[in-house]
């Protein structure tokens, strides 16, 4: 008996302590729980302070981790129902860029009274109004109608043109619209390029592609050559014209120019006009109707192997001055024309004048190189024009005149 009663008095206070024991155990789990609680909620707050103050790219630069070949959106997406986890990295930043530039994206309907309707994209360039788009999507007309994407409309007027980058700015009557954002870098080949525009009357249509070369230069329909252009592999249709190429952030590095096209119809090479030259002739345009640019009052002709061949020339490109308008800035400077008429294709022209090699310091080969060295021109300003005269090359002084539609038939 006096064995049970011991046993059993060392057994109950054996039980008190693993009891106390488990209580003990069961309290530091329960407190270090609470304290981790705690922590995660003060670094949550601590996070989302960051985030609001830098945004994602403070939070990882505050972490060490280098951002440059990171790529994100500039509005969250979310879209029926589906967050942006859900969508691949390519998705995601596609749909942003769309998300970003649609409303500053237009359809802009063109009618006269000698004319079909036709319709072609335009981009909001200033809440209060200002739209740019192509000036050959506008032809004749003389009626302009633009319907945003929020399904209201206003009547448009002409502002203004530039015929040689085929920019034309219009404006409704609001105050109230989204502009676009024009992009702070140049584009480079290989990057994301996306088209947003009215292809056939298909509104607010998207394309996406890559910018496929740059320094590209096209002759329109009138004869007149854009320099300068961005080369994409976006399929752009009539009804594009007009519209906004973005890069992956929904910026604007273009405005879609033209399609090449063999068929009518896209096939994986078209052109859109530089963000900078669309926002300075834009500007030019709203503050003074149109643009300023300096051209050489000559006739000119683009020298070819076959000219080169029958004038015996010492030099292979170039271009060759026809004639000097009379008593003209070009004749002043001691520039001269050719003497000898001679059939050229269609037209007549003089030959044995002076060829143009270099306009202000840049390299003259033909004439993409010609309107590129005077695009940044003014009239009134004197360059240097060096040409090749007799076997030598010759630089003079040369006051330009104003490029206007008359100044542009002078080239062959």
Same mark, same amino acid.
């Given at each position: ?12 206070? #054996? ?6 024991? +488990? ?5 530091? +789990? ?19 302070? +960051?985030?609001?103050?830098? !945004? ?12 440059? @070949? ?12 589906? !967050? ?11 749909? #942003?860029?769309?998300?970003? #530039? ?46 945003? $994407? ?18 034309? +700015? ?13 992009? *702070? ?5 290989? @990057? =994301? ?13 998207? *394309?996406?592609?890559?910018? @496929? ?6 002759? /329109? ?27 992956? =952030? ?11 096209? /063999? ?25 003074? &109707? ?25 030099? /292979?490109?170039?271009?060759?001055? *026809?004639? /000097?308008?009379?008593? &003209? ?6 520039? =001269? ?6 059939? $050229?294709?269609?037209?007549?022209? $003089? ?14 080969? &033909?004439? #993409? ?6 695009? &940044?021109?003014?009239?009134?300003? @004197?360059?240097?024009?060096?040409? $090749? ?24």
């Amino acid at each position: 008996m006096d064995r049970k009663r011991i046993s059993s008095k060392v057994v109950v206070p #054996a039980l008190l302590i693993l009891l106390l024991i +488990v209580l003990v155990v069961l309290l530091g +789990v329960w407190t270090a729980d609470i304290h981790e609680q705690r922590r995660r909620e003060a670094l949550r707050t601590a996070l989302e302070s +960051v985030i609001s103050e830098r !945004g994602e790219k403070g939070l990882f630069d505050l972490a060490g981790i280098p951002t440059d @070949s990171l790529n994100y959106g500039d509005v969250d997406i979310y879209l029926e129902g589906r !967050g942006a986890w859900t969508f691949q990295d390519g998705e995601r930043s596609d749909i #942003a860029a769309y998300e970003k #530039a649609k409303e500053s994206t237009v359809q802009i309907i063109s009618s006269s009274s000698l004319s079909d309707e036709s319709q072609a994209s335009g981009v909001i360039i200033s809440s209060d109004g200002y739209i740019v788009t192509n000036m050959h999507v506008l032809g004749d007309a003389d009626s302009f109608s633009v319907n945003f $994407y929020d399904g209201s409309s206003s009547e448009a007027t002409l502002v203004g043109y530039d015929r040689l980058t085929d920019i034309a +700015v219009i404006k409704c009557d609001r105050k109230d619209l989204k502009s676009i954002t024009f992009a *702070s870098h140049e584009p480079v080949i290989g @990057s =994301r390029a996306i088209a947003i525009g009215n292809p056939y009357g298909y509104t607010w249509s998207m *394309s996406a592609g890559v910018v @496929s070369g740059l320094s590209r230069s096209l002759f /329109t329909q009138d004869g007149m050559m854009i320099p300068n252009l961005i080369q994409t592999d976006n399929f752009i249709n009539p009804g594009n014209s007009g519209g906004p190429l973005l890069d992956s =952030r929904g910026d604007m590095i273009g405005l879609i120019s033209s399609i090449y096209t /063999t068929t009518g119809s896209a096939q994986g090479i078209s052109f859109a006009i530089p963000s900078e030259t669309v926002r300075r002739v834009s500007l030019s345009i709203m503050e003074n &109707g149109g643009v300023s640019r300096g051209m050489l009052d000559v006739t000119t002709v683009e020298l070819n192997p076959q000219l080169v061949s029958y004038l015996g020339l010492g030099i /292979t490109d170039g271009i060759m001055i *026809s004639q /000097t308008i009379r008593g &003209g800035e070009a004749e002043k400077a001691g520039l =001269r024309g050719g003497s000898e008429l001679a059939q $050229y294709g269609d037209a007549m022209i $003089y030959i044995g004048g002076d060829v143009i090699v270099s306009i202000a310091g840049k390299p003259v080969r &033909g004439y #993409a190189d010609y309107f590129a060295a005077l695009f &940044g021109t003014q009239s009134g300003e @004197s360059v240097e024009v060096s040409v $090749y005269r007799d076997g030598k090359i010759l630089t003079l002084d040369v006051v330009l005149v104003d490029q206007s539609d008359e100044s542009m038939r002078w080239v062959l």
